[in-house]
């Protein structure tokens, strides 16, 4: 399957021919689009969530209030992860990227990671974290040399109100995600890595899931959406 013509994703234009190397599974996982008429929404379980040292565990709880990061450890968590594309207040094409996390020792408390994602002026997919839009981070994707994908988070701004600054590293990570689709199950395959350079590991998961790619409607479900939109990129 190979993404062409109008019907191209932000994640297809970003990455260029790089896109038609992912697996076509992948490629249509992120080939969600307006123009390509579908959604996408997976459902699965985390085999593993992980935190790291004690004194990250303050950062996670800032971020659980704005559902930056998932604070909690756990194994085999269930979890859906809903990608559906749409038109934000600011006229751009924009794609959802919420993962509810459904911890079987908290029950009616999951956790809730939210970014929507959006075609920069620069070429690159940004990614707007957390319900309100206050991070937003530059992403750079490619295609491994097996078809699966390679995300890695860049240059991270803060924006709040007036106030507009580049993050400082220090205080943040660096995500480095790949997704990959096992044929003899049928599942996407995912692990992510959250990394500051120098405190090391901070938080993580690996889990599998199947998706479904229901028809774009008139709008998302309003649970998938932000708060607020930040027109800065």
Same mark, same amino acid.
């Given at each position: 399957?190979?993404?062409? #013509?109008?019907?191209?994703?932000?994640? &297809? @234009?970003?990455?260029? *021919?790089?896109?038609? +190397?992912?697996?076509?599974? !992948?490629?249509?996982?992120?080939?969600?689009?307006?123009?390509?008429?579908?959604?996408?929404?997976?459902?699965?379980?985390?085999?593993?969530?992980?935190?790291?040292?004690?004194?990250?565990?303050?950062?996670?709880?800032?971020?659980?209030?704005?559902?930056?990061?998932?604070?909690?450890?756990?194994?085999?968590?269930?979890?859906?992860?809903?990608?559906?594309?749409?038109?934000?207040?600011?006229?751009?094409?924009?794609?959802?990227?919420?993962?509810?996390?459904?911890?079987?020792?908290?029950? #009616?408390?999951?956790?809730?990671?939210? &970014? @929507?994602?959006?075609? *920069?002026?620069?070429? +690159?997919?940004?990614?707007? !974290?957390?319900?309100?839009?206050?991070?937003?981070?530059?992403?750079?994707?490619?295609?491994?040399?097996?078809?699966?994908?390679?995300?890695?988070?860049?240059?991270?701004?803060?924006?709040?109100?007036?106030?507009?600054?580049?993050?400082?590293?220090?205080?943040?990570?660096?995500?480095?995600?790949?997704?990959?689709?096992?044929?003899?199950?049928?599942?996407?395959?995912?692990?992510?890595?959250?990394?500051?350079?120098?405190?090391?590991?901070?938080?993580?998961?690996?889990?599998?899931?199947?998706?479904?790619?229901?028809?774009?409607?008139?709008?998302?479900?309003?649970?998938?959406?932000?708060?607020?939109?930040?027109?800065?990129?």
């Amino acid at each position: 399957m190979t993404s062409t #013509g109008t019907a191209r994703s932000m994640f &297809a @234009t970003a990455m260029g *021919g790089d896109f038609d +190397r992912l697996h076509p599974m !992948l490629q249509r996982r992120f080939g969600v689009s307006l123009a390509g008429g579908y959604a996408c929404v997976g459902r699965g379980v985390m085999t593993r969530i992980r935190r790291g040292p004690w004194w990250t565990v303050p950062f996670m709880h800032i971020g659980r209030i704005r559902n930056i990061l998932a604070p909690y450890p756990g194994d085999e968590v269930p979890f859906t992860v809903e990608n559906y594309p749409y038109v934000d207040p600011f006229g751009r094409e924009t794609v959802t990227f919420v993962r509810t996390f459904a911890y079987p020792d908290r029950p #009616g408390k999951p956790g809730r990671f939210d &970014a @929507t994602m959006i075609l *920069g002026q620069n070429g +690159r997919v940004v990614d707007y !974290l957390g319900t309100h839009q206050h991070l937003a981070v530059d992403l750079e994707l490619t295609a491994e040399p097996d078809g699966s994908l390679r995300l890695r988070s860049d240059a991270q701004r803060f924006y709040a109100g007036p106030l507009a600054f580049r993050f400082p590293m220090l205080f943040s990570g660096r995500a480095d995600l790949h997704e990959s689709f096992d044929d003899d199950t049928g599942e996407f395959v995912i692990r992510l890595e959250v990394r500051n350079r120098a405190f090391g590991f901070l938080f993580g998961y690996e889990g599998r899931f199947t998706c479904q790619f229901p028809p774009v409607g008139d709008a998302p479900p309003a649970h998938v959406l932000p708060v607020r939109h930040e027109r800065r990129e």
